[in-house]
């Protein structure tokens, strides 16, 4: 990554466990680092507020954009508040928590404005290796996707994906390695309820997180 300390990187952002590894990740590792949010009509605002509060702590710049059109497309539980949300994934498709189109759309626009910034460098925080089942967190959508805004843009946006092949225990053991585990562990809100920290315990999110946590702190214990 040396190559890249004299870059700037923009930053997927939304506050949660993954995206706020992400993004002291990428301060790390570029220059200057800025964080894009996104309003897509979510279940709760907690987590547009929650993104600002945390990119002000880390004293990246932050903006948000509206891609509320997202939640009049195909219905899902994150958006729809009349659907019950699946605790697991059905056997014969997708949990109804998937938003589809979402990060491709998310990809676009954050292309789009890296574009008119002069910005090459991407980063997301999606993740092949523990998730919920959602196509368009494989790794092989993240390099089709990259090669896509490449010929559409005529530039050379690299993606990156820190997370891509962590489970979850794996990613708060990054969080520690970069000095901010108690900042991901108390302040970021991962839960599809709108609860910070721990979260409500009962959504895939918080199940997903919190059992990522337990291991993690049994393994750094021994």
Same mark, same amino acid.
């Given at each position: 990554?040396?190559? #890249?300390?004299?870059?700037?990187?923009?930053?997927?952002?939304?506050?949660?466990?993954?995206?706020?590894?992400?993004?002291?990740?990428?301060?790390?590792?570029?220059?200057?680092?800025?964080?894009?949010?996104?309003? #897509?009509?979510?279940?709760?605002?907690?987590?547009?507020?929650?993104?600002?509060?945390?990119?002000?702590?880390?004293?990246? &710049?932050?903006?948000?954009?509206?891609?509320?059109?997202?939640?009049?497309?195909? &219905?899902?539980?994150?958006?729809?508040?009349?659907?019950?949300?699946?605790?697991?994934?059905?056997?014969?498709?997708?949990?109804?928590?998937?938003?589809?189109?979402?990060?491709?759309?998310?990809?676009?626009?954050?292309?789009?404005?890296?574009?008119?910034?002069?910005?090459?460098?991407?980063?997301?925080?999606?993740?092949?290796?523990? #998730?919920?089942?959602? &196509?368009?967190?494989?790794?092989?959508?993240?390099?089709?996707?990259?090669?896509?805004?490449?010929?559409?843009?005529?530039?050379?946006?690299?993606?990156?994906?820190?997370?891509?092949?962590?489970?979850?225990?794996?990613?708060?053991?990054?969080?520690?390695?970069?000095?901010?585990?108690?900042?991901?562990?108390?302040?970021?809100?991962?839960? #599809?309820?709108?609860?910070?920290?721990?979260?409500?315990?009962?959504? &895939?999110?918080?199940?997903?997180?919190?059992?990522?946590?337990?291991?993690?702190?049994?393994?750094?214990?021994?």
């Amino acid at each position: 990554m040396e190559e #890249y300390t004299n870059q700037d990187a923009l930053v997927l952002f939304s506050g949660g466990q993954d995206s706020t590894t992400c993004l002291y990740w990428a301060k790390h590792h570029f220059k200057h680092t800025y964080a894009l949010c996104f309003t #897509y009509g979510q279940r709760h605002s907690q987590e547009v507020e929650n993104a600002r509060r945390i990119a002000g702590m880390a004293e990246t &710049p932050f903006r948000v954009l509206d891609a509320s059109i997202i939640s009049h497309l195909a &219905p899902n539980s994150l958006t729809d508040l009349t659907m019950r949300m699946d605790q697991e994934k059905p056997a014969d498709s997708y949990p109804n928590t998937f938003v589809p189109g979402r990060n491709l759309l998310f990809l676009t626009f954050a292309a789009t404005l890296a574009y008119a910034e002069g910005i090459r460098h991407l980063v997301t925080g999606v993740s092949e290796a523990d #998730y919920s089942g959602y &196509p368009d967190c494989r790794d092989t959508f993240i390099r089709s996707a990259n090669t896509t805004l490449n010929l559409a843009m005529d530039k050379q946006f690299v993606i990156h994906t820190p997370l891509m092949w962590r489970n979850k225990k794996q990613v708060w053991q990054l969080a520690d390695e970069l000095g901010v585990f108690e900042i991901v562990k108390n302040e970021t809100l991962t839960c #599809y309820n709108g609860i910070l920290a721990e979260g409500c315990g009962h959504c &895939p999110a918080c199940l997903l997180r919190n059992k990522g946590l337990e291991e993690y702190m049994a393994e750094r214990e021994r």
